[in-house]
């Protein structure tokens, strides 16, 4: 167990490290001074200026360059926006939690949904239901994201006006920025009105998880169905119908846990497919997270929001997907491959 | 196999599912009894570049700070035009008309927010101080945030005022170096506000003075709350204002670049109001129950100016033959949309200077071909139409309409070229007198007629870049600044009716059009009024 945390945690290391660099090496890529571009500050004096480049070993070489900008990485010192003038890293963390806490959800709903529908599904395996749901799957895994919604905000919206269209929550409630998370920190709010403050943030919460989900929610379902079609048809289920056991026993206490241990971290890892949707979802929702905040840089060549946002989404992803790898291979000894279980 | 269970349980599973959306459904503005707090959201076009207008004339840092953060010492009164009583309960004139002495209204308190905590009400101190920012070089706050001032700079305030004092806690005394009418119209602008003395001397104590237009404080009838960039400006009312108002507690400004996602966020009722409807909104948001849309004729004007410093457009008989050759009827319905109004002159209908019996050139095009070929312009000749790349009120499609006077033009024997560049490239351009002629317009700060034929046509606005015409009459010059020495409208407008009569007579540019200004809202937005003199006001807005 001691090898495989060694190893990922050194693998996790070099990637970051090679992800540090890789933006490092952006300030110098992007056209303009790379000081101005590292540290966002634009319209410095001559002192200032040289002050900066000091703090930044500028005169120092390459490689002394990048370990001071590691070292302000970790101190928590960004840079700031070119577009806004705040500081980088209290941006992106808020809008960054705005993006995880909408794929959060997102992922719930896959789940909700999708689950139940794989289960049934495999049980109904090459049955009218099964053929019925497969074909939805196909549907709505070739929709693409924005278009879906855009076509949710036209119907749902616009037309029908049942949720509406924008942000996270109507701009009348004024909730304190806590945590980051909308829900959570409605109720850690001393809003008057903090009932209907979470319906409404609910009310803006739906279409955009929902479009989010739709394409995960399939692949949910068929990576389910799979399983449980593996399972259902394994021989010591086949020994547990000979025992007798009634169809809804065999399922609950056999199949249930057979075909969704080996499916749990593949499911987990939709997270990632999730929150590069969602970064397309959210500007169309105007959803004030990283995808958001990311298009709106690029359009206004904010170059240190670029380099720090795709720093931090990119080393997000990272941690994520290795830590659940880790975590993967020290409770499944057997190395039973989560590939297996593909559809 | 019997699964007939799980057909049952999944049935009862999605039936939750639908119980639990449709609850969220459920709190649906339509069928909720629940009032929203109480608030106003108005989708505005774009990220203000400071709280003050001193620095900025840009619609829309004048839209989220003049009438909302700020009060004057004068206003307008948004039907009449006149100017009114504001900050200054009353004024008096010196025989002389140079000297202004103001009476300042007592007990009018300052915001109180979380960064700035008042001790005194407004007084004198805080007109001069306001005054001084932009007027006095020297002055400790004039080089902060820039120190640019274009209106005051563009209208010659700043050299205009010889003095400014304080005679006691309530009256200040204005001393100018030459008489003219158009000073108090000028105090009563968007631009003329009233900042805090006090504030400015804590910021200054404390160091940091560029708070003072970042984290504004006035006497208007909402207060600074918070701002973030690309997402909304927040305000909270000011319970001490002074004036009558509504009770309205909220103000948000919710930064919406995209005008199709403003009109989508009008009818879903996040906005109560948007900014800038575009022509083709119109109509949608006419045909939709719950929406309205106001519009009154604007303060502006479009017009094809000519290169009267370039032959053969030198030749007034040439100009007017040009105006002659167009249909300005046909463009109001192809570019417009029906949204303006044909111009006979520079001055739009709702200025008192305007002349209602003036004779606009009438289409004629055999009559212009003729005069043509009577002034040596042959069958042929070839000029250029430049059409600004940018979407105006007074021209929402420029390139458009050049397309279609260059049809016009060929009736008449013109081939007429069209030329466009990016917008700073064209204008820098047109400042160097390259163009043949222009297809541009102009949107007054003020309702004062001054500020329409100075800027337009005078010698001296050839060199600050608003005389597309480059036109430079001394005859015109000397009427224009003969009615700035009196203050009897009656005694101005005869000045202007002979300028008018000069300018179609010589017509140095083609006035086309005078646009409408449109504000969408949703119906139980109560108080919304088209400001005709500049930015949007917000004191008297309330939800039913």
């Known amino acids: 167990m001691l090898k495989i945390i060694l190893r990922h945690v050194s693998l996790l290391i070099l990637t970051l490290f090679i992800l540090s660099f890789f933006s490092f090496s952006l300030a110098y890529l992007f056209p303009g001074d790379p000081l101005v571009n590292l540290t966002g500050i634009r319209d410095s004096s001559e002192q200032g200026y040289a002050i900066l480049a000091k703090q930044y070993a500028m005169q120092g070489s390459f490689l002394s360059q990048y370990w001071e900008y590691v070292n302000h990485l970790f101190s928590g010192n960004w840079g700031l926006s070119f577009s806004s003038g705040l500081p980088l890293a209290e941006e992106i963390s808020r809008s ?20 139940p529908l794989g289960f049934l599904a495999g049980l109904r395996h090459h049955k009218l ?68 403050a979470f319906k409404d943030a609910l009310r803006h919460l739906v279409l955009p998880s929902v479009s989010i989900a739709i394409v995960t929610c399939t692949i949910v379902m068929r990576i389910t169905r799979r ?87 990119s080393a997000l992803v990272l941690t994520f997907t290795i830590t659940i790898d880790m975590v993967i291979q020290i409770f499944d000894p057997a190395g039973r491959r989560p590939e297996n279980a593909t559809s | 196999m019997n699964y007939a269970w799980l057909a049952s349980s999944s049935v009862m599973f999605f039936s939750m599912l639908v119980t639990i959306s449709l609850t969220l459904i459920g709190c649906s503005p339509e069928t909720s009894e629940y009032q929203q707090p109480n608030g106003i959201i108005y989708c505005s076009e774009g990220n203000p570049a400071s709280f ?113 004092k304080r005679i006691n806690r309530y009256r200040v005394e204005i001393t100018l170096v030459r008489p003219e009418s158009s000073f108090l119209a000028n105090l009563a602008t968007d631009f003329s506000i009233i900042l805090s003395a006090e504030y400015a001397e804590k910021l200054a104590a404390a160091g940091t003075p560029d708070l003072i237009d970042t984290h504004p404080v006035g006497t208007g009838p909402f207060k600074f709350n918070s701002f973030r960039q690309d997402r909304y400006v927040r305000f909270d009312a000011h319970p001490e204002y002074w004036r009558e108002r509504s009770t309205t507690q909220q103000l948000i400004f919710d930064i919406t670049p995209s005008s199709s996602l403003r009109l989508a966020k009008l009818m879903t009722g996040e906005c109560d109001s948007m900014a800038f409807p575009t022509h083709s909104q119109l109509d949608i948001i006419r045909k939709r129950k719950e929406l309205t849309l106001d519009e009154k004729p604007g303060l502006n004007i479009g017009f094809w100016a000519f290169n009267t410093t370039k032959p053969p457009f030198d030749k007034p008989e040439v100009r007017r033959a040009l105006a002659m050759a167009i249909d300005k009827n046909a463009l109001m319905e192809a570019i417009y949309f029906g949204s303006a109004i044909p111009a006979t002159s520079i001055i739009p209908p709702s200025s008192w200077a305007f002349q209602p019996d003036t004779r606009s050139s009438t289409f004629n095009p055999l009559a212009a071909a003729k ?174």
């Open chain 1, 96 to 115: 960054l939690a705005a993006s995880v806490e909408l794929s959060a959800y997102a992922l719930i709903v896959s789940f909700v949904v999708g689950l």
């Open chain 1, 129 to 196: 239901t099964d053929f019925a749901l497969l074909t939805t799957s196909v549907i709505g895994y070739s929709i693409p994201v924005f278009w879906a919604a855009l076509i949710a905000i036209l119907i749902f919206s616009i037309q029908l006006g049942w949720f509406p269209l924008s942000g996270r929550i109507s701009l009348l409630y004024d909730v304190p920025y806590q945590t980051g998370f909308i829900l959570i920190d409605i109720l850690l709010s001393d809003l008057p009105d903090k009932e209907f």
């Open chain 1, 227 to 313: 399983s449980v079609v593996e399972v259902m048809s394994s021989e010591y289920i086949q020994a547990a119908y000979a025992r007798g056991l009634s169809p809804r026993q065999v399922f609950l206490r056999h199949g249930v846990k057979n075909a969704l241990i080996p499916i749990l971290p593949l499911l987990v890892m939709q997270f990632t497919t999730l929150l590069t949707n969602a970064m397309i979802v959210e500007t169309i929702f105007s959803w004030p997270g990283i995808g958001n905040g990311l298009i709106q840089a690029i359009y206004q060549r904010d170059f240190p929001a670029i380099r720090a946002g795709m720093l931090a989404v």
């Open chain 2, 52 to 164: 003050n207008p001193q620095l900025d004339t840009s619609g829309t840092t004048v839209d989220v700070s003049s009438h909302q953060i700020y009060d004057r010492l004068l206003d307008f009164d948004l039907v009449t035009g006149e100017i009114i009583s504001g900050l200054a309960s009353s004024w008096i004139t010196s025989v002389d008309g140079l000297t202004y002495t103001f009476q300042l209204r007592k007990d009018i308190a300052f915001h109180s927010t979380g960064y700035f905590t008042p001790t005194r009400s407004f007084d004198a101190d805080d007109v001069v101080f306001s005054f001084n920012r932009w007027r006095d070089k020297n002055h400790p706050y004039h080089d902060v945030s820039g120190g640019r001032y274009p209106y005051i700079n563009s209208v010659g305030l700043g050299d205009l005022i010889s003095d400014i």
């Open chain 2, 371 to 544: 005069l043509l070929r009577e002034n040596g312009v042959e069958e042929g000749f070839s000029m250029t139409i430049w059409a600004m790349p940018v979407e105006r009120a007074y021209n929402p499609n420029a390139m458009k309409m050049a397309e279609l006077m260059q049809r016009y033009l060929r009736n008449v024997g013109i081939d007429a070229n069209i030329v466009s560049y990016e917008w700073s490239t064209f204008r820098a351009r047109l400042n160097q007198g390259l163009h043949d002629s222009v297809l541009i317009g102009w949107s007054a700060d003020n309702g004062d007629p001054d500020n329409f034929f100075r800027p337009l046509l005078t010698c001296s606005a050839i060199a600050s870049g608003t005389n597309r015409a480059r036109w430079c009459s001394k005859e015109y010059d000397k009427l224009i600044d003969q009615a700035l020495n009196y203050t009897a409208q009656e005694d101005r407008a005869y000045f202007y009716s002979k300028a008018i009569e000069l300018i179609n007579e010589q017509m140095p540019l083609m006035p086309i059009a005078h646009a409408f200004r449109y504000q969408a809202y949703r119906d139980n937005v109560t108080g919304i009024e088209i400001n005709p003199y500049g930015g949007i006001q917000f004191r008297n807005v309330g939800k039913q």
